[in-house]
């Protein structure tokens, strides 16, 4: 590894020039480097040709047209409630045969992480190997956040769902990346893009809608593409049967607004049985556990989603949250839907039919009906179920047999594994078209 050599005060002064304030007293200069941007590696064009050809993604990402430079940031932000603090990620940027064109800004949201320590700004994730594959050596400058609360964050937890931190944190990291492209000496065309998958389809659209909304002058937002998310969390609460992942995302939830506005419940046992009850206001995200040891040690239940619903939480809490529309989870849920707002870039939601976890029919079509009634011919959506099951089913088909393998493998690697590379590939489209 090695360091970028310029001083972090010149560093600090060029963030300036980019960022939300000056800095001066009490104000926060939101999207300020902390550090110079460190240099991690750069994946050549061939390297990435060879890993998307023997995985078979290159049928989406097309061959690589950039060598692929990656950098690790730690810039400043704010949190819930305005308060100063820090947030790291990954920049990356097209060099090699790319270096000398002005590349559009993309930024991106990731998905829904338990894991703590993890970054972005690791060559070998899979998250950042697919945003480098897709968009980076594709000519786009892409800045992805690890988010409050995670990796270099020293923000004491993660506001998990939280539509303007996640905005907040998204839209910082354009600023930062700005400043280290910059220092990279690598232009940028002014043009901005954002784009998210799951969690980060929910946060890429929180971005858009506060890009538009209160930063306009200073950000030339030409679209964005929000896929897979959990775009009316309100409708979701209402849901008798559970979610696939129930176990992670709901309790990640419900502990996460108790801290942001208090309420949710009197006391811990209100809503978790025992043994969860004890340990669960800081489980997740967890310094040393992932979704599969989260279960296997006992942290967590596993089970089938009712199952894992049933043994975590108190049935009256839950009832309470599905029927009453004064439940302080339901109303906390409410403030952080997506679905009233109007965007004015041209806007790509998409998901697949069958995804156990986001289910469109509950999200992304209630939000494009919203759109759509609204007169909104900018925004579209894609189902790319289609292309799922023909890929991944039996004869073009799901599984139909609840018990057998062969269903719980395509099911536990839907929304996972199967969805994104689809979504994002609908989601260059877009981007393609107006860069």
């Known amino acids: 590894m090695r360091r970028q050599t310029r001083p972090l005060t010149v560093v600090a002064a060029a963030a300036l020039l980019a960022a939300c304030g000056g800095g001066g007293g009490d104000e926060i200069a939101r999207g300020v480097l902390l550090e110079a941007p460190q240099a991690l590696t750069t994946m050549t064009a061939a390297q990435l040709d060879a890993s998307t050809a023997s995985t078979g993604l290159q049928a989406l990402t097309g061959k690589a047209k950039c060598d692929v430079r990656v950098s690790a940031l730690n810039y400043q932000t704010i949190g819930v409630h305005g308060e100063r603090t820090n947030a790291s990620g990954v920049l990356l940027l097209p060099v090699g045969a790319c270096a000398a064109t002005a590349a559009p800004l993309l930024a991106y949201a990731k998905g829904t992480d338990v894991q703590k320590p993890r970054t972005l700004a690791n060559p070998a994730d ?122 992670f995302f709901v309790p990640y939830i419900v502990t996460s607004y108790q801290k942001i506005y208090g309420g949710i419940y009197a006391s811990v046992a209100q809503a978790f049985k025992a043994p969860y009850a004890a340990g669960i206001e800081n489980l997740l995200p967890s310094p040393t556990l992932n979704y ?29 949250s599905q029927t009453n529309p004064n439940n302080a989870l339901y109303q906390a849920a409410q403030k952080n839907d997506l679905l009233a707002w109007n965007p004015k870039a041209r806007t790509l939601l998409c998901g697949g039919a069958g995804d156990p976890t986001v289910p469109p029919a509950v999200h992304m079509n209630v939000a494009q009906a919203g759109f759509a009634s609204r007169g909104l011919g900018n925004v579209s959506s894609v189902d790319v179920d289609t292309m799922i099951r023909a890929t991944y089913g039996i004869n073009g088909q799901a599984p139909t047999d609840p018990s057998s393998a062969a269903f719980a493998t395509y099911y536990g690697a839907y929304h996972g594994s199967y969805e994104p590379p689809f979504c994002h590939a609908a989601a260059r489209a877009v981007f393609d078209a107006a860069k």
Not at 140 to 167: I, K, T
């Open 126 to 247: 899979s998250e950042t190997f697919l945003l480098a594959a897709m968009y980076a050596a594709q000519g786009y400058a892409v800045v992805a956040s690890d988010y409050l609360g995670f990796a270099r964050s020293s923000y004491a937890y993660h506001p998990y769902l939280h539509a303007d931190s996640e905005a907040s944190v998204v839209i910082d990291s354009l600023r930062a990346a700005r400043s280290a492209a910059a220092i990279q000496s690598a232009p940028l065309s002014g043009k901005v893009m954002v784009t998210g998958y799951s969690q980060g389809g929910h946060a890429s659209a929180a971005a858009h809608r506060a890009i538009e909304r209160d930063n306009a002058g200073e950000f030339n937002l030409v679209a964005g593409a929000h896929l897979a998310g959990p775009y009316n969390l309100s409708g979701s609460f209402k849901l008798p049967a559970a979610i696939a992942g129930y176990q």
């Open 292 to 320: 599969t040891t989260l279960v296997t040690s006992g942290a967590l239940p596993g089970g089938t989603p009712d199952q894992a619903r049933d043994a975590l939480f108190q049935a009256a809490f839950i009832a309470d």
